[in-house]
């Protein structure tokens, strides 16, 4: 009798449309992938539907159920449609569809598992908490910004963020903690840094579980700085805060992109006051990981989408290639072999 | 090699609460059934993302694909969960669910079909019609009402229906036509007469494809009258009218209820100025099947519902019993002996 060999066991955590161009690049692979899922989101169709129903903030959950599901295309399209007319004009009807699901279900945990029937799911999406919580972020100047969308959604020039905290504190979904222990590989970013990944490690019991694993803990570093979060921020700024959040655990692999974007998307970057993120990591060969990683397709806004979206982007397969290259054990070179 | 024999083609018109009885019944017979229902519904949820989006009335549709859902307990739950807080308050997610398939589909007959697949249905709900109409009911005082919810939802007193008719005047679906004409029986009622019934015979074709048919033309009468609609009407009026729409064709069964509801439910019906419709239909044991039919499930308000329901109910398998026994090439008596 033969047995299979273990599938590699890979845990992203964060939401939002960074964790989403992972798991699209992942779930492709053979290996068993789970996505453990901020519930602090409180903006556009999702603050709405958490503060008038008190469910589970739904938005992140569905973009990481999307990206993992095999099931039908019309179902997949429609988990993704946005109402940009009359009175439900903003929502977003996997939002709605997770809105019912946890009202017939009775329970935000149970809803999110019977969704991974119905959209056939090809990796687990874990909620980091069956609580919903607020994020806030204290900035250098003692200012305290309260909630993710107001962090995330800047127009105003704004002091540097010190420090970001969750009230009410909430404990780790056991699931989420459970997966964590176990991962051979613990995938954080690319996405916003202060409101998709932190947002997960500040959740009770998170750090402990990243400390205790014996998984490989990897960073994707973002193309371009975010307004109002990370402007000015090099490389090893990213490194650095989540080393600060993570801590004393340590990152032991970061994946930083190589190629140039082309000139006309810049200069929009640069009317935004976003910049490409110098790579500053120096010749670290064991820990850095280089390789080119933008997407040729630029991301367009979506009708009736109330956020500013960004139109750089990882390439999905490119970037899951790199993540299963860093972590390979017999790995001598990086995708391009300028490591070797 | 053997040929099962064919099933009974059984078409239901209408749409609303008495169809879905109708429907839920004959489901669990061996039976080829459709539903061919009403695109005029402009009430509550669905005159909104009728009028906000533009899409086919959702509302009688949805009830007709829950009736025949074997599906996912879960799914049909949520298609039946209605918003009762917040700014969705009052919108059902299964109108939801089917406006945004039309949406992602293009073609609201598509939609239809497809929710088919993802309900599993066990027949086929027919919309009449793949546009959208509006209906008006002129009075006798030469008043004209306008829409179906107007005609529906009547607080005050108001002078008898004269006629209904729709504007546009649509045509209808080829595949109602169709289901129609090869069809062994056709059934209406019970359900609103003239909200529910009457949209669907007056679409373009529809009275044609019923008289050609060769199917056994069935009414179902109603358990009692409606405020503003059939105010004072026997069983003989609820004939007359559909004969007078259906002409030339001819109702070839008629189906009446003989037991009596509990006096506390007839007293709240009272005090809302309905009654129980009399059966003043006479003796003619061919066309007339009598058999005690109201169920014992009284049903309940739905939380966040707009609309005023009815507590009398058919039972849906009794009722599917009585036009089965109706049909039957060997019926020499109802399901009492009554008629013998």
Redesign the interface.
Known sequence: MTVAPARLRIVVLGGGTGTFTVLTGLKYHELDISAVVSTSDDGGSTG??RS??GVLPPGDIRQCLVALSDG?E??R??FN?R?S????SG?N?GN??LT??E???KHPLEAVR?AH??LRERGQVIPVSEQATQLFARLVTGEVINGEHAIDETTVKRAPIDRCFIDPEIEANPDAIDAIRKADAIVMGPGDLFTSLIPVILVGGIVDAICESRATRILVTNLVTKHGQTDGFKASDFCRVVEEYIGPAKLDRIIVNTSEPPPEVLKAYEEAEDQLVVDDLGHDTRRIFRAPLISDRMSKKVAGDKLKRSVLRHDPAKLATAILESISPDRTTDALGRNA
Do not use: P, T
């Not at 007319?85 to 439900?88: C, K």
């Open positions: 709405i539907l008038e129903l039908d019309i179902l399209r429609m449609y109402f007319e009359g009175s439900l929502h009807f709605l569809f019912v699901l009202k017939v279900c019977q029937n119905i």
